[in-house]
């Protein structure tokens, strides 16, 4: 529990606060990424780009303490780094997986902004 | 042996939720001055002028990597010598090794915890300057 009079501490709750608010529309950014990536025939350049925002949410989720999201972000980022290793579309156990970790993220992401 | 100080540092990182609470960390917590960089080849540029310390970079960056970045400071004999630091959640032991071959000094794991990053930056920092032999690591952030 922050100590409310440490300015410190108040500083890191505000944007802590800031952040769980944005979440619920970062996940809705990489949901989208991810439906337009799935539904679009396998490019590097989608790959990479949906790849690099789920990337970007698992770590600032991370810092930020929401470690749950970051975990989940984690585990569809690794699907889409395969992905981009195999050069290929995902299969469909990958696909699932995907779809799960998504699942996931939203629903944290709508208990972290409250 | 006086120890050089580290009082500024330039950071490197695309992310601004992750460059709003470094900065917290860097400044309000760990005392430093910071100037703070969207991109390496913002920081090719930068480097110059604000003359930091230290350089704490992020690895995935779009356009120009970190070690990229890295790359073309090495080659310009006016920022050859700045120390960098990696930030990356790519901290297997291979890549690890990776990022010191290239020239890091060492590599802070993200995610990190706002609480303990300067101290990160501090301990590396405080071991290349000891001069101790195979000084350069890894910190969980």
């Known amino acids: 529990m922050p100590d409310p009079a440490d300015p410190v501490q108040n500083q ?6 800031k952040y769980a608010a ?8 990489v949901e989208e990424l991810v439906a337009g990536f799935l539904a679009a025939a396998w490019t590097e350049e989608s790959c990479f780009a949906t790849y690099r925002q789920i990337h970007s949410l698992a770590g600032s989720a991370g810092t930020y303490g929401f470690s749950d999201l970051g975990t989940a972000a984690r585990a569809g980022e690794q699907l889409l780094k395969r992905s981009l290793e195999l050069r290929g579309p995902l299969g469909e156990a990958d696909r699932k997986d995907l779809a799960a970790a998504l699942s996931t993220m939203k629903t944290l992401a709508g208990a972290a902004a409250g | 042996m006086d120890m050089k100080a580290l009082h500024r540092i330039l950071m490197v990182e ?6 709003a609470v470094a900065r ?4 309000a917590v760990g005392g430093f001055s910071v100037d703070m960089c969207s991109s390496g080849r913002e920081a090719l540029e930068r480097v110059k002028s ?4 230290l350089i704490l970079m992020d690895v995935m960056m779009p356009g120009l990597d970190g070690p990229s ?15 960098v630091i990696f930030m990356t959640a790519k901290v ?15 590599v802070i794991a993200k995610p990190f915890d706002p609480m ?5 930056v501090r301990t590396i920092w405080e071991q290349e300057h000891a001069g101790s032999s195979g000084s350069r690591s890894e910190s969980a952030g």
């Open chain 1, 12 to 17: 890191l709750a505000k944007l802590k606060q």
């Open chain 1, 22 to 29: 944005d979440l619920p529309l970062k996940v809705a950014r």
């Open chain 2, 14 to 19: 695309d992310e601004p939720d992750i460059q």
């Open chain 2, 24 to 27: 917290v960390a860097l400044e």
């Open chain 2, 50 to 53: 604000c003359a930091p310390d």
């Open chain 2, 69 to 83: 970045t890295l790359q073309q400071l090495r080659a310009d004999p006016a920022t050859a010598g700045y120390p």
């Open chain 2, 92 to 106: 297997q032991s291979h890549e690890v090794k990776r990022y010191r071959d290239i020239g890091g000094l060492g």
């Open chain 2, 116 to 120: 303990t990053l300067a101290d990160s």
